[in-house]
């Protein structure tokens, strides 16, 4: 049964702006290769950060909701953390 989340995921901002899309659409590429269900991302864009995160002060910041499978939400995160482009992300389970 498939569950809803919303992640939060910062990117580098050595990357230039399509660059960071389609970082952040490779995430969502795994998603739905996964059996998931991504909706459009809400991107907010670059901006400066509230607080330095690895001695980056800015990032480009996306939004993604999508419904996903509860077993496989490690995996996912593991594919995330290892994910070089990433800063700093969250998932959370929307009720």
């Known amino acids: 049964m498939l569950?809803?989340?919303?992640?939060?995921?910062?990117?580098?901002?050595?990357?230039?702006?399509?660059?960071?899309?389609?970082?952040?659409q490779e995430i969502l590429d795994y998603i739905k290769k996964?059996?998931?269900?991504?909706?459009?991302?809400?991107?907010?864009g670059k901006r400066q950060l509230a607080y330095?995160?690895?001695s980056f002060k800015e990032g480009y910041y996306f939004v993604n909701k999508y419904q996903y499978e509860p077993s496989k939400i490690s995996e996912l995160e593991r594919i995330i953390?290892?994910?070089e482009k990433v800063?700093?992300?969250?998932?959370l389970v929307k009720e």
């Not at 996964?34 to 907010?44: K, M």
């Open 81 to 83: 953390k290892i994910n």
């Open 3 to 24: 569950r809803n989340y919303e992640s939060m995921i910062i990117l580098i901002p050595a990357l230039s702006e399509e660059e960071s899309n389609q970082a952040n």
């Open 87 to 91: 800063i700093r992300y969250n998932i």
């Open 34 to 44: 996964t059996g998931g269900e991504p909706s459009e991302p809400d991107v907010w």
């Open 52 to 54: 330095e995160i690895k």
